[in-house]
Structure formats: C-alpha cells, structure tokens
C-alpha cells in the first residue's frame, strides 16, 4: 500500500479515522494509534477517552476486590474487614466517577 498523499511513497500506517495510507512525513504518531493531518484532533480526543475508561476499569475492578475479599477472608477484628470494605466502595465510586468523565469528555469532544 502506498501513501495518499503521496502515491509513490510506500505508507507506514493507516489512518485510525479514515483508513488511509500515511508516509513517513505524512503519518502522525500519537503513542496509540496513527493520524492523518485531516484526523489528529479526533483521533487525539479518541485516545483520552479510552485512557479515562482505563483508569475507571481499574478502580472499579480493584473496588470489587476490595469489597469481596472483606467479605470473605478472615481477619481477626471487623474494624478491618470493614475498612477494607469502605475502601472499596470509594474506589468502586472513583471507577463510576472516571467512566462519567470519560462519556462527558466524548460529548464534549464531539461537538
């Protein structure tokens, strides 16, 4: 495949918006993905919502964790099964709160 642009230079990558074959000079890298100039703004905003859903997957899974081993493991006091359990809500709630950012960015972003 050779570049849009330029239809004698082999692409080095695709375009993550419009599926284009980009060149070397061509090609915007941005750490996740490949943009054209035409998409980089869009492909940027893309990229900040996946890395805010990625922060909500990882609290609200660590919050489960939490949550579940104060049920279930032995500790010889409930002051500390229950602490455990209060952090878990907080970052279950951190979870939900970063999954609302990331939706409330993408609408931003996309206007």
Partial sequence: MNC???PDVPAVGVCKTCQ??????CAYDLGNGIACKNHRDEVEAR???TDVHRVAAVFAILGCIMMLSGSFMDFSTDEKEQILQ???IVMAFLGAF???LGNKIRK???K
């Fill in 4 to 6: 849009f642009n330029h």
């Fill in 20 to 25: 284009k074959g980009l060149c070397i000079v």
């Fill in 47 to 49: 990229n900040s919502i």
């Fill in 86 to 88: 209060l952090l878990g």
């Fill in 98 to 100: 970063f999954f609302w």
């Fill in 108 to 110: 931003t972003k996309s």
